[in-house]
């Protein structure tokens, strides 16, 4: 018998049929038992591939498309350590041991599904694995302690990993304003040449010194022109514009090339002089046609609009606040809205005022309206920011802008006249009045007994630590694998994590909360001193998380994807890749300014992990 357990003890075995029948084999030759650690990699020849190719397949329970799985994503498992050999228990032997033991039993020749891992020691070791990974395209190495036991379930600085980044020369094709006390630019555009095309990679705004923006801009500043030197120009989010001969040339340091050809977690390194623009390509460049396979047009074009009337929004709110913070603001193809006291400070710990939030709901509107469209809202206002106390507003007041979407929703509690979501004029008519963060409800007009979601909201205590907060939430994420659940995870804009699962059309009230209990209590099951589904707060294990799943009734709420918190950091609740789910993750620092910079690839999560309906026939 074989088990692939994960971290979180959830058996693989159903998702990775070859890697069981090599183990099986691998048993039969040896003729006694063993437990391996080790990796499950994605394959692209003999080579490794991208962790993308294996996402698709964690999840699958159906026989037939992980067999289509194995046949177009085929997988191995790659072996790095030994615990037990045969009836030896190898934990407290030292590394070196352990893998004297490992190489025994794997000798003979193995399965393409099994592979022994690759190690390297002695003073050199660590620049050749890194050379090597390099060039394999590796994510990165593991450096382990040769003279460590193995420590179970514990973290522990005898083992580290050393991440590769990505570093090239990248063209410069714009830049945008400053924010709050920057000063001389906020972003570089950035492109490489692909033929006759200039191909846009992503925007650069971190790594800078106060110097290097100033030499930067000094630079740029005589090679603005009017307009985009892309071939295909990029959406207009996060502020104004300003576009550039792409003449300078910058070294740019980041994580990894997104599918879509874009630049993941670029740092800015320096200037480049000696690098002729024109010869600037990407290192690893794909075929034009594969670039324009990749590039999501609709996606640009959709957005691109949307936010060329947000920036003529922002510009009047700025202009509004500079000349006192009274006025009235065009709202393309809704009218006129006035807004008042957009001086008045909302955030004091980070000096954000009530117009640095109208700004910032106009900015993100794009990426933020398509998830609350149709839905009621609950209004939570703040007209004197988070130091003061807040006021519920269920219904419309009878002054009511006429622009304003206003729907009578019947309900058992508060029926009434409700604002509905879903248009720019009702998200600033709504920041106007004092709201800080958006509360929609889980349903839409139209079928209110039927939600799109249920949630899980793991709400931590006081005394539970961030690597408890996530534990939970892996956990969570394993259990919907083994059920074939996708789901969306996002920061709750506090310390807690919330997450989003699709439902069915036409899923009721009780079938909605009835899947997030499910799941909640096999959570707690799963971890009984790090989860709970105790409701009182003077209840619940110190500690512990909370895994709430009492939200998902007809009228309640959580906070909106991109929704900014009332919370002295202004941090907003964000959408968040999977694979960032990790004790490094740190939600706070998702602030406004933040999130604007990260629009772009945080949209994209966001869009991607609620545009497939889950089925729940693994749940009954």
Known sequence: AVALVSRNGIDKAAQFPEIVDALVALGKRRKKPFVLDGEVVPRKGKSVGRFQDLQQRIGQMNAATIAQHMKDAPVALVAFDLLLDGAEPLVDEPWTTRREHLERLLSATLPDALILGDVDTGKSSGP????????????????????????????????????????????????????????????????????????YAGRVGGGFT???????????????????????????????????????????????????????????????????????????????AHMKTVTPRRTRSRAGVANAKGDGVVQALTDIEASGGKGVVEIPGAGTLNVTNLGKVYFPKVKKTKGDLMRYYAQVAPALLPFIAD?????????????????????????????????????????????????LYSLLYCTQLGCIDVNPWHSRVGSLECPDYTILDLDPDPKATF????????????????????AGIKTSGSRGLHIVIPLPPHTNEEASKLVAQILAEQTV????????????????????????????????????????????????????????????????????????????????????????????????
Not at 215 to 232: D, G
Not at 531 to 541: C, D, E, K
């Open 128 to 199: 050749r694995m890194l050379a090597k990974a390099k060039r394999g395209g590796w994510e990165g190495i593991m450096a382990k302690r040769a003279t460590a036991t193995y420590r179970p379930g514990e973290r522990t600085k005898d083992w580290r990993k050393v991440k590769i980044e990505g570093q090239q020369e990248l063209v410069v094709g714009g830049w945008t304003e400053p924010k709050n006390s920057r000063q001389h630019l906020g972003a570089l555009l950035v492109g490489y040449w692909s033929g006759d095309d200039f191909v």
């Open 210 to 288: 106060d110097s290097a923006l100033s030499q930067t801009f000094a630079k740029l500043h005589p090679l603005e022109r009017k307009t985009s030197p892309f071939s295909v120009e990029p959406p207009r989010e996060g502020g104004t514009v300003h576009w550039t001969k792409p003449d300078l040339v910058v070294e740019v340091k980041f994580n990894e090339w997104t599918s879509d050809g874009r630049l993941r977690q670029p740092i800015f390194l320096g200037l480049r002089d000696d690098k002729d623009a024109r010869a600037v390509v990407r290192e690893d460049v794909p075929t034009k």
């Open 375 to 423: 839905r009621p809202l609950v209004l939570k206002r703040y007209p004197d920011g988070v130091g003061a106390s807040p006021f519920f507003q269920q219904n419309a007041s009878d002054d009511t802008p006429a622009p304003v979407r206003v729907e009578t929703v019947p309900s058992e509690s508060t029926p009434g006249r409700r604002l509905v979501g879903g248009d």
């Open 467 to 486: 690597a408890t907060i996530v534990k939970v939430a892996k956990t969570i994420k394993d259990l919907l694998d083994s059920a074939n659940l996708v």
């Open 525 to 620: 099951v799963e971890l009984p001193k790090a989860a709970t589904t105790v409701r009182s707060v003077s209840a619940r294990p110190a500690g512990t998380v909370y895994v709430d799943y009492l939200q998902n009734i007809v009228g309640k709420s959580v906070a909106s994807v991109f929704s900014v918190r009332p919370r002295e950091g202004a941090t907003v609740s964000t959408p968040l890749a999977w694979s960032e789910v990790t004790g490094r993750l740190n939600p706070g620092r998702f602030t406004m300014d933040v999130v604007l910079d990260e629009l772009e690839d945080r949209g994209a999560i966001w869009r991607e992990a609620m545009s497939e309906k889950n089925k729940l026939d693994a749940l009954s």
